[in-house]
Nanobody, 127 residues
Framework: QVQLVESGGGLVQPGGSLRLSCAAS????????VGWFRQTPGKEREFVAA????????YDADSVKGRFTISRDNAKNTMNQQMNSPKPEDTAVYYC????????????????????WGQGTQVTVSS
């Protein structure tokens, strides 16, 4: 399994931008589908975006579609979440996740399907 470490969280103004990063250890990161989730106190972890290990297939939650963009660089063992025009309701702890799969075009959007998780990074959207 890979180890995941998020970075880039912090305070951002509504309408601004923020970029989350997730660094993965291990030489097989390219065989992992990846995703971003978020969680607020008292609520279940919520799906944000997912990408296949080949990078050709992505899926975004309706709540972030058109504002957030997931990406990955398998050569650098990294994945990112570009957050544009964030809203106060996007405030949450954000987690990156990865799932080992042999299917290059497959992505996953339920938390239970993922094998590996980062520790989370807080994002606060406020003026």
């Amino acid at each position: 399994q890979v180890q995941l470490v998020e970075s880039g969280g912090g305070l951002v103004q509504p309408g601004g931008s923020l970029r989350l990063s997730c660094a993965a250890s291990g030489r097989t990161f390219g065989m992992y589908a990846v995703g971003w989730f978020r969680q607020t106190p008292g609520k279940e972890r919520e799906f944000v975006a997912a990408m296949s290990w080949g990078g050709g297939s992505t899926y975004d939650a309706d709540s972030v579609k058109g504002r957030f963009t997931i990406s990955r660089d398998n050569a650098k063992n990294t994945m990112n979440q570009q957050m544009n025009s964030p809203k106060p309701e996007d405030t949450a702890v954000y987690y990156c996740a990865a799932k080992r799969t042999n299917r290059s075009s497959r992505y996953y959007y339920t938390a239970d399907e993922y094998d590996c998780w980062g520790q989370g990074t807080q994002v606060t959207v406020s003026s």
